[in-house]
């Protein structure tokens, strides 16, 4: 997986995570979610969910013992 894939992923995930909570609230718009995960907010948990994937494609990859 490219790195510019995995930033992608990892973008998907947090809007994912956001249309989660939003159904669960009975939020029918994201303009909230849009205003909240701008800049800093936004590059931190996209760098969260990038270490992660990185971290499963890791171990996907180990050998099975």
């Known amino acids: 997986m490219t790195q510019d894939e995995i930033k992608i992923l990892a973008e998907n995930a947090l809007h994912q995570a956001c249309a989660f909570m939003q159904d669960a609230l009975g939020q029918k ?3 909230i979610a849009g205003m909240f995960f701008t800049g800093e907010k ?12 990185k971290t499963e494609i890791r171990f996907k990859e180990l050998p099975n013992d």
Do not use: C, R, T, V
């Open 29 to 31: 718009y994201g303009d």
């Open 42 to 53: 936004e590059d931190e948990i996209q760098a969260i969910f990038e270490d992660y994937i």
